[in-house]
């Protein structure tokens, strides 16, 4: 192969209770990305469109997880990266994810596969670390492994791949305002009570054992979060009142997307999906404030290669 087409998917991390360590994989939310090799060695961003983004390999997510690989894999010749952004930056769900996991993956792809999983979502942190400060895994690991993903440890990197039950579904919304990832971080506290810590660790179990045995209800009543939210919750406009008419709606449980400023709500079915959808949009919609709404099933393949030449 001389070059790869990529979609790039979306991603939903934290899950409420499982701050930097649980993600999940969007289905019909992502980017495109296109590689070519390249004469010249080395890395080019050559063209982004839908962003306003660096085109400086040394200072874009991409470009930067796509050197972390280089680095360990050196090469003769290089590559052209061309990206389409249609993830909002700040949106919560995963933009600059999106763009390193789609990077380290395709040229993976163009020089035979030399790394699998592990080391893809190695690199790909290096790209989180340029956007956020901090080499987190949450949304690169399901962009690039698909489904759920729990990291068990940064270090060593020790990253589980959770299937999802079939009839499970994702609500995102997204209120036209940026946040970033950096600016979330900067409001969160560096000690949690021991109480809070107790409970935040028999939710992420009972989350997890939740997606093992598909037992929706199990994985409703884990969705809570006493460390993170109370923090972040006020950045983000109607958030509570998105988060009631999501429990009205029927949804099993709803949190902040990311670092916000999207809030999430997991679903069974497709029908109780659109109503927690048309629910949470009426709350943006009585305070005319714009927004984007997405359903989406639970993505369990991540980065999908379009064409290859």
Known sequence: MNQIKLFSPATIANLCCGFDVMGLCLDNIGDEVEIHKSETPGVRIVSIAGADL???????????????????????????????????????IGSSAASAAAAVFGINELLGRPYEGLDLIRFAMQGEKLASGSAHAD?????????????????PLDVIR????????????????????????????????LPNAIEQWGNLGGLVAGLY?????????????????????????GFDKLKTVAQQAGALGSGISGSGPSVFALCKGAASAQQTADMMSAVYGQISLKHDVWISSINPKGIKILETN
Not at 54 to 62: F, G, H, M, S, T
Not at 83 to 91: D, E, F, L, N, V
Not at 143 to 151: H, K, M, N, V
Not at 164 to 192: F, G
């Open 54 to 92: 660096p085109l400086e390999a040394e200072k874009n997510v991409a470009g930067v997880a796509a050197l972390a690989l280089l680095r360990e894999w050196p090469t003769d010749f290089g590559f052209e990266i061309s990206i389409t952004k249609k993830i909002k930056a700040g949106s919560g």
């Open 139 to 155: 949304n690169v690991a399901p962009a690039l492994l698909g489904a759920f993903t729990l990291i068990r440890s940064y270090d």
């Open 162 to 193: 959770i299937d999802s039950p079939e009839d499970l579904y994702a609500v995102v919304i997204h209120p036209d305002i940026e946040l970033r990832t950096a600016d979330a971080r900067s409001v969160l506290k560096q000690n949690v009570s």
């Open 213 to 237: 045995t598909k037992d929706y209800g199990l994985i409703g009543r884990s969705l809570q979060d006493k460390v993170i939210e109370p923090l972040r919750g006020i950045l983000i406009p």
